[in-house]
């Protein structure tokens, strides 16, 4: 069966574009594939800097034939006393069939004429010929560039094109102003190692081919082959490495014969703190550093870099490498015995010269009303005994942004803030919450472990998302330019990580409150933007992270239901405790005892005036107005329900209100379909209240845990 060979080569590619290319063409080649009936045995998609590519194996000779059912006019518009007008006549001729193929079928909009017909299938290489174009110039990426004078936009300037189709070349042109780019079998090999063309006679043997040229085009086999010698190289060294998934990728994409190089710096710049250290070699230089062992962080003075020229100029390579490594290494000791000849709370006065916002102020006025925030934290959380740590965190927890070191390596914020304070003498606790307050980071998911940390994150969050909030720049759709969904994401997990018992529902308003008087600003639409806000996150979370059933999700926080959207915020523990016990119980089949009992009584107790908060039988229940024993029977099970639904809500044992409403659901189904069954709706208006009042005290019991009219039966 055929296999077809497409290799698009090009200038030197950005590593970031050649995992998106190679990501999007796994994903869209197979499906234009499929949409044009070819089947396939396999699609291998390859890359390196200088091309991207992709192998197509078991593929059909032909596309097969297909039958197509095609509408034309309205039948009356067709057909006139039983012959066919103009209409009929035209869709015939346009479709190519005789009159006597034409056949009327009724449809939702009246009858309509159709015409089955049967398209024969095109040869494959026809229809690849089509496609080649589409999938090369419909790859999506940041900044595409068009070369040459012609319309057409690639990551870089596309140089040379193959294209077969087994042993033969399929005559593609790409076509940019006055350039033409024709296929051949002609590719390039290694521009150091082997600098000649490279011709490729089959389109099975490209890896085979390339790899002679010293090019190996697989990326999984590059990034294999990149683990191995750097662990033998690090082996030699008797250290360790770590290494780095993004790191890896990146290096991996920006060879395509990899070799290691072992470069060396002057042990005193072993000084330095290692994330200084680190951050030049890893983020900025794209080396691997030397440890001394996998539980010794400590720093070796050598590297290793990944090379994609000549293996034996590694020691010129290497030399090149220590030179601007050194020099790297060398501005970070100065910046960072620079920024130590004075205190870190020093710096604040320079926190007014730095704008956080232009319509929000400076970085400095965004300190102090972190400061006031933490201090409203404080109070809900009662830690007296951590306020004075708290607020000297709050007040430094910026200060490292205007030093000289995190000026240059902005990667390192809340990271030198940790290493100035303890330096400057600080207390230990002050320090780690200047680094914590900015966990998580971006995909890490590691939150900050101190009580101090966990406020000062949680206070720098909710100033941000208040004051953008505040000035209506909110998130919408897939644009979020600050980050607004995922520092709402942070102040949930915290919270629930720490199980902080803060009321989120005041914090937001104290917070608008303040923000809306300071610039007389109305505060109802701001508080109920961030309620929204919160409560999607807080949906999204349980039902991703914590695979809670969707329905369940819904039971807790409330569909349309202000009363239960507010009692989520003001306790984000007890939301997530309910969510995780219903999944619990409705794994166990627990759920699915009570559910009919307790989803029945709160749609009718629905039709009733009953508060949804009221647990009061006496105040509610007049006993003259029952008409049958089932109803007195419900009435005193929910005097033995009631009291045990209070002690459930006051001690969170949300099983013993559970098993009380197991133990009320036999006089309840009684109550509906037993021998002394009952019409709820009855006629007497006065009989009618009481029996809904029965079940909404029921209901309202139930809603202690959750809004079972939200929850689903699963069958």
């Given at each position: ?338 920024d130590l000849s004075k205190p870190l709370e020093s710096f604040l006065p320079q926190l007014q010269k730095v704008t956080f916002q232009e319509d929000l102020g400076s970085l400095r006025e965004k300190v102090d ?73 971006g995909a890490d998911d590691i939150l900050p472990q101190s009580l101090t940390g966990q406020v000062i994150g949680l206070a720098d969050r909710l100033d941000t998302l208040v004051s953008i909030f505040g000035l ?150 007049r006993k003259e107005f029952f008409q049958k024993p089932s109803e007195a029977a419900f009435y005193n099970a929910l005097l033995d329900l009631i009291p045990q639904t209070v002690a459930a809500q006051s001690s ?64």
């Amino acid at each position: 069966m055929p296999a077809f060979l497409l290799e698009v080569g090009t200038e030197e590619l950005p590593a970031s574009f050649l995992s998106d290319a190679i990501a999007q063409w796994r994903s869209h080649i197979p499906q234009t594939l499929e949409a044009h009936s070819l089947t396939n045995e396999a699609v291998k998609v390859y890359g390196t800097p200088r091309r991207l590519a992709v192998l197509i194996e078991g593929l059909p000779s032909q596309q097969p034939d297909r039958e197509e059912e095609i509408k034309g006019p309205p039948a009356q518009a067709a057909f006139k006393d039983g012959k066919p007008t103009p209409a009929a006549q035209g869709f015939a001729k346009k479709q190519g069939v005789e009159l006597d193929a034409l056949e009327v079928r009724p449809t939702d909009k009246g009858d309509f004429i159709f015409v089955q017909k049967v398209l024969p299938g095109r040869s494959v290489a026809e229809i690849l010929t089509e496609l080649v174009r589409e999938w090369i110039f419909g790859l999506e990426g940041k900044r595409l560039m068009r070369w040459g004078n012609g319309e057409a936009k690639f990551s870089r300037p596309i140089r040379w094109l193959v294209a077969l189709l087994d042993d033969r070349v399929l005559p593609i042109e790409l076509v940019n102003g006055s350039e033409t780019i024709k296929s051949d079998r002609i590719s390039s090999g290694h521009r150091v190692l082997h600098p000649e063309i490279v011709t490729i006679l089959q389109a099975t043997d490209y890896i085979t081919t390339l790899r002679s040229a010293f090019v190996a085009v697989d990326v999984d086999e590059r990034a294999i082959t990149i683990k191995q010698q750097v662990n033998e190289s690090v082996h030699n060294l008797d250290g360790y490495t770590e290494i780095y998934p993004d790191l890896l990728e990146e290096v991996t994409n920006l060879v395509e014969w990899p070799s290691t190089v072992v470069g060396k710096f002057e042990s005193e710049f072993l000084n330095l703190p290692t994330e200084v250290t680190t951050t030049v070699m890893v983020s900025h230089q794209r080396y691997f550093p030397v440890f001394k062992a996998a539980n010794n962080k400590e720093l070796l003075p050598y590297f290793i870099t990944i090379s994609n020229g000549d293996p034996a100029k590694s020691d010129i390579i290497a030399f090149g490498n220590e030179r601007v490594i050194r020099a790297r290494l060398a501005d970070g000791q100065f910046f960072y015995k620079t920024d130590l000849s004075k205190p870190l709370e020093s710096f604040l006065p320079q926190l007014q010269k730095v704008t956080f916002q232009e319509d929000l102020g400076s970085l400095r006025e965004k300190v102090d009303r972190v400061c006031k925030i933490a201090e409203q934290i404080i109070e809900q959380l009662q830690v007296e005994a951590e306020r004075e740590n708290i607020k000297r965190a709050a007040l430094l927890c910026k200060a490292d942004l205007v030093t000289q070191m995190v000026y240059e390596f902005p990667e390192l914020q809340g990271i030198m803030g940790q290493n100035y304070a303890l330096v400057g003498g600080e207390s230990e606790a002050v320090a780690t919450a200047i680094f914590e307050h900015y966990l998580p980071r971006g995909a890490d998911d590691i939150l900050p472990q101190s009580l101090t940390g966990q406020v000062i994150g949680l206070a720098d969050r909710l100033d941000t998302l208040v004051s953008i909030f505040g000035l209506g720049m909110i998130p919408t759709g897939s644009s979020d330019p600050f980050a607004l969904r995922r520092a709402a994401n942070a102040i949930v997990n915290i919270t629930w990580a720490a199980n902080l018992q803060i009321n989120l529902q005041d914090l937001i308003k104290q917070i608008s409150t303040d923000f809306a008087d300071e610039r007389h600003k109305g505060k109802e639409q701001l508080i109920a933007a961030l309620q929204d806000v919160f409560r999607q996150r807080i949906r999204t979370l349980l039902q991703e992270e914590h695979q809670i059933d969707y329905d369940l999700v819904n039971a807790v926080l409330g569909e349309n239901d202000p009363e239960y959207a507010e009692r989520a915020l003001k306790d984000l523990l007890d939301v997530r405790d309910r969510a995780l016990f219903l999944q619990q119980i409705r794994n166990s089949g627990i759920l699915e005892k009570i559910y009919e009992t307790v989803n029945r009584s709160t749609r009718l107790a629905s039709q009733g005036d009953l508060p949804t908060t009221e647990l009061e039988p006496l105040k509610h229940i007049r006993k003259e107005f029952f008409q049958k024993p089932s109803e007195a029977a419900f009435y005193n099970a929910l005097l033995d329900l009631i009291p045990q639904t209070v002690a459930a809500q006051s001690s969170r044992n949300y099983m013993q209100l559970v098993t009380a409403l197991e133990q009320i659901s036999p006089t309840v189904s009684n109550f509906f379909d037993g021998a002394e069954s009952v019409l709820v709706m009855d006629s007497n208006p006065d009989i009618k209240q009481n029996r809904l009042n029965l079940l909404g005290l029921l209901r309202n019991s139930a809603r202690v845990l959750a809004d079972f009219g939200a929850i689903v039966k699963k069958m």
